[in-house]
């Protein structure tokens, strides 16, 4: 990884492991980051849901017909709030599109393809570019038997 894109991802405030998610994810995280209200509509599915419950049980011991109308109604407003979960998503897109290009830019240049990057890349294109030097750095900073990702900084 070059200083040049580490620079960029202290200014979009990501941490390395955060490049690994997938894109998708890593979008939602930095909006959810850059947003004061929450973009997540869970909790307020959940105490809908925990509402109707409470309405089931007065149902049952009062009309039973009324369950369907209830279930129908619990329905309506489940989906009507993840309709809104991904309109209000779709905002905090448009409105954060420069910081989410620059990410999906960044992404591309270390995860080439969607692949890890020394499976596109080959060596001698960095070897062209770093000389002797990248074969000491790989030297001192590659440990073959340890299985975890290094980001070594050129």
């Known amino acids: 990884m070059s200083k040049k894109n580490i ?11 955060d490049l690994f998610k997938k894109t998708d994810n890593l979008i939602k995280s930095h909006i959810s980051k850059k947003t004061d209200y ?3 509509f869970t909790k307020l599915k959940k105490v809908i849901s925990s509402n ?10 009062t009309d039973k017909s009324f369950i369907g109308a209830l279930k129908a109604q619990e329905v309506k407003q489940l989906k009507g709030l ?24 960044l992404k591309h240049v270390l995860f080439p393809n ?3 990057q020394e499976r596109e ?8 570019d770093y000389g ?6 790989l030297k001192s900073n590659l440990k ?11």
């Open 7 to 17: 620079k960029k991802c202290e200014k979009l405030d990501l941490n390395m492991s």
């Open 38 to 40: 929450s973009i997540d």
């Open 52 to 61: 109707f419950i409470k309405l089931y049980k007065a149902a049952n011991k």
């Open 82 to 105: 993840t309709h809104l979960e991904k309109r209000f998503m779709k905002a905090q897109k448009i409105k954060h599109k420069d910081e989410i290009e620059r990410i999906k830019a």
């Open 114 to 116: 969607n692949s890890l």
């Open 121 to 128: 890349i080959n060596f001698s294109e960095f070897y062209k």
């Open 132 to 137: 002797e030097d990248f074969i000491n750095i």
């Open 144 to 154: 073959p038997f340890v299985n975890k990702f290094i980001i070594i900084s050129l």
